[in-house]
């Protein structure tokens, strides 16, 4: 029976996952982790839950030992538009973090699995369907630190036989998580405007293609990844995946058809916008298609369907 690890599991993707993870392996199998923990969590109801700095080995080596623990799954980062606020900190949580955390599992024979992101990738790189293998010079200090993470992590498989595995993912949009300081969170502010103000102003300009996913494939990316046979991944530090791309005025056109007085304003901010402008337009997933089946089950019309209906019922 796999003993998970989750750091940074109180973000964006963390409280997601660690519901989903537990309703498939266990309550008491699913250690979710963070550096602080807010007594009335409601994670703190349905199984362990561990406060753990991943800037310290001796912690991280503590609940491994505590829980035997079997594998990782180290979110903890700093993302892309906080980063830029305070990069020597997004340097030392990223990489320094992660270090801890491979060197953790090269000591207790675990396997880690990393989430990297599209802002590996820089405006040099491709801008459609961007490869999975091509030019990686990202402009952020947090795209710099993932490009760093996954050769880390590559080097770890290779030199050290931890089994690593990663997936570069688009930009995230969740009815639970609340944004993370993410360039790509427009997309998820948008629906919580539409529904209280029926109006929302984009910090992010008309015309800007991204890559996007609904939180529930990106949760099921995990663990298909995870449990992917490890002999058919050429790939493993990481891996493109996408669902949908769109600009804001079309993902606004979409939200009109279930709110028809919604209107769209752009308030655009020149530091997120130039680093949206650095990121591909769409991606190639073909092979996480080929390598461990990967295929969405989300488009844009079904998302924004759900991440509506959801809204509605939590009272937004």
């Known amino acids: 029976m796999k003993k998970i690890l989750i750091t940074g599991a109180l973000g964006q993707i963390g409280t997601d996952l660690t519901v989903y993870m537990r309703e498939r392996y266990g309550d008491e199998n699913v250690i979710p982790s963070s550096r602080t923990i ?41 993302l892309s538009a906080k980063g830029e606020e305070n990069p020597q900190m997004a340097w030392d949580i990223n990489m320094n973090g992660l270090l801890n955390v491979l060197e953790v599992a090269r000591e207790n024979d675990l396997a880690v699995l990393t989430p990297s992101s599209i802002a590996v990738f820089g405006p040099d790189t491709p801008k459609e369907e961007t490869p999975q293998d091509t030019i990686m010079r990202p402009t952020t200090i947090y795209g710099i630190s993932k490009v760093s993470g996954e050769l880390l ?80 991944l050429i790939h493993r530090n990481a891996f493109n995946i996408t669902a949908m791309s769109f600009d804001p005025e079309e ?43 990967w295929k969405p089950e989300y488009g844009i019309e079904s998302m924004v369907s759900d991440m509506i209906e959801k809204l509605k019922k939590k009272g937004v």
């Open 251 to 293: 993902l606004a056109d979409e939200i009109k058809k279930h709110i028809p007085e919604f209107t769209l304003a752009y308030d655009v901010n020149p530091g997120v916008q130039k680093i949206a402008e650095s990121w591909p337009n769409s991606l190639d997933d073909s092979e996480a298609r080929k390598q461990w089946g």
């Open 38 to 78: 807010p007594d009335d969590h409601f994670l703190l109801k349905k199984g362990p839950v561990e406060k753990v700095d991943v800037l310290s080995r001796a912690a991280l080596e503590r609940v491994v030992k505590e829980y035997s623990i079997t594998h990782i799954i180290h979110l903890a980062a700093i």
């Open 153 to 232: 992590a590559d080097y770890y498989y290779e030199r050290f036989g931890v089994d690593t595995r990663g997936i570069r993912f688009p930009g995230l949009i969740s009815s639970e998580a609340k944004p993370g300081g993410g360039t790509t969170d427009y997309a998820v502010h948008i629906f919580y405007e539409a529904l209280k103000n029926k109006h929302y102003k984009s910090f992010i300009d008309k015309g800007t293609y991204m890559d996007m996913m609904y939180m529930p494939d990106a949760l099921r990316a995990i663990v298909e990844l995870l449990e992917a046979d490890p002999e058919k």
